[in-house]
T-cell receptor, first 114, second 113 residues
Framework: DAGVTQSPTHLIKTRGQQVTLRCSPKSGHDTVSWYQQALGQGPQFIFQYYEEEERQRGNFPDRFSGHQFPNYSSELNVNALLLGDSALYLC???FGTGNTGELFFGEGSRLTVL | DAKTTQPPSMDCAEGRAANLPCNHSTISGNEYVYWYRQIHSQGPQYIIHGLKNNETNEMASLIITEDRKSSTLILPHATLRDTAVYYCIVRVAGSSNTGKLIFGQGTTLQVKP
């Protein structure tokens, strides 16, 4: 049973560019959340997708956008990259939006902005 | 969601029990206590969660005080592979924010041989 998979694992971009990160949830899960983790900090919630709609959003600018596909996979897009966007981007999946179940995290995509 | 307070770091000898405290004095009646850990360069891993009663699974035990203002995560026989950052998180369950966890700085547990 595959867990949460993310791609790419590492990537390097320059300021002003755009990036797309991808996530496949754990089998049977339909809810995907994205987190940003700067070096030495805890993960910060970006947004959550369920039924192909953004359901919750953290304190991130509109440069951060996402999408969820019918097969529950998801993309995180970041436009006009800044140096401060360098971080580990984590995807987490769960089933439904109202249960008490735990989140399953992927290994993350490490983005470096030069 | 209520905030949590954890010590920034702790050491534990290999084979001994690791007891990680967490203060959540403003917790509400419908908020659960969750513990996650993050081993270096990996995604966070769920450990355990509870509401009122003490909980135990194959990884750890969770002891919640009667007033629910604090809790302790217990790793009964710590190994070197338990070296990680441990996060205590309080979250309302059964709402639409299932995917939202508020991580603090966590406790860096160093298990030493």
């Amino acid at each position: 049973d595959a867990g949460v998979t993310q791609s790419p694992t590492h990537l390097i971009k320059t300021r002003g560019q755009q990036v797309t990160l991808r996530c496949s949830p754990k089998s049977g899960h339909d809810t995907v959340s994205w987190y940003q983790q700067a070096l030495g900090q805890g993960p910060q919630f970006i947004f959550q997708y369920y039924e192909e709609e953004e359901r919750q959003r953290g304190n991130f600018p509109d440069r951060f956008s996402g999408h969820q596909f019918p097969n529950y996979s998801s993309e995180l897009n970041v436009n006009a990259l800044l140096l401060g966007d360098s971080a580990l981007y984590l995807c987490a999946s769960s089933f439904g939006t109202g249960n008490t179940g735990e989140l399953f995290f992927g290994e993350g995509s490490r983005l470096t902005v030069l | 969601d209520a905030k949590t307070t954890q010590p920034p770091s702790m050491d534990c000898a290999e084979g001994r029990a690791a007891n990680l405290p967490c203060n959540h004095s403003t917790i509400s009646g419908n908020e659960y206590v969750y513990w996650y850990r993050q081993i270096h360069s990996q995604g966070p891993q769920y450990i355990i969660h509870g509401l009122k009663n003490n909980e135990t699974n194959e990884m750890a035990s969770l002891i919640i005080t009667e007033d629910r203002k604090s809790s302790t995560l217990i790793l009964p026989h710590a190994t070197l592979r338990d070296t990680a950052v441990y996060y205590c998180i309080v979250r309302v369950a059964g709402s639409s924010n299932t995917g939202k966890l508020i991580f603090g700085q966590g406790t860096t547990l160093q298990v030493k041989p």
